[in-house]
């Protein structure tokens, strides 16, 4: 089975980071719910699967997945020199053994030190001279909390964001607001990823069609649909 992390979409974006030379991204949505820690951890694990050396950070307080998904702890740390090397974790999966991990802390998460644009830029500063590429997850952009740390910050300490868009949910208007957001802050926008995970692909649309013609054609839309599904034009990624 093909994991996310090795699909022709990721691989474009990964692709994509390469040639633009990023180092250190954060990565963001308008809202929430538009998959953008999964954008993180995949990006994260095409990496390391190319033997870069990936710290992937996880900024989000209010929904934090990351040691869940990972299988990890979430010790606490502060973006401080000498109080966050210790809480970095590696990943232990055979496939990815230059991948590790801050997890969001659950407590010391509320101290201004997260807050701080400076502070988050001087930490930053400190994991690209020991990681090859360094990954943030933030929380929405336009959703801000105030239990959470704010993306518009840590956008604008970070080298390049990439904006993650949910296709067909995101509007328009939100797409605007997220933009003009990172351009006040100061945040460079390296890159916006269409996440079509909820729009169908013009095969899945083609085969919906076919249940409509069962009622005439009961013996030949089950072979037709096994031939859409795996015709080899209809299954490219573009």
């Known amino acids: 089975m093909c994991t996310l992390e090795k699909t022709p979409a990721v691989e474009t974006v990964y692709t994509r980071m390469q040639r633009m030379n990023l180092k250190q991204i954060a990565v963001c949505s308008p809202t929430e719910g538009s998959g953008t820690s999964t954008l993180a951890w995949v990006l994260a694990q095409r990496a390391a699967l190319a033997g870069q050396s990936v710290l992937l950070i996880e900024f989000n307080l209010y929904a934090p997945s990351l040691h869940t998904i990972a299988g990890c702890d979430r010790p606490e740390w502060l973006p401080l020199s000498g109080q966050w090397q210790s809480a970095v974790q ?16 659950a407590i010391s998460g509320q101290s201004i030190e ?12 400190e994991c690209r001279q020991q990681y090859a590429l360094v990954i943030c997850d933030t929380p929405a952009l336009l959703q801000p909390r105030e239990d959470n740390i704010p993306a518009d910050i840590i956008c604008a300490a970070s080298d390049s964001t ?10 328009e208007s939100q797409v605007d607001e997220a933009n003009e957001t990172l351009k006040q802050c100061g945040a460079i926008l390296a890159a916006v990823v269409m996440n079509d995970c909820h729009t169908p692909c ?10 409509r ?10 072979r037709l649909r096994e031939r859409l599904n795996t015709a080899l034009l209809l299954n490219q990624e573009l």
């Open 213 to 222: 013609f069962d009622r005439w054609f009961p013996k030949w839309m089950p």
């Open 162 to 171: 990439l904006l993650n868009i949910l296709s067909g949910v995101t509007t």
């Open 114 to 125: 997260f807050h701080n644009p400076d502070t988050l830029s001087q930490f930053f500063a």
């Open 90 to 105: 590696p990943y232990d999966h055979a496939d990815t053994p230059n991948l590790h991990l801050l997890t969001c802390p």
């Open 202 to 211: 013009l095969r899945q649309e083609l085969i919906r069609e076919t249940y």
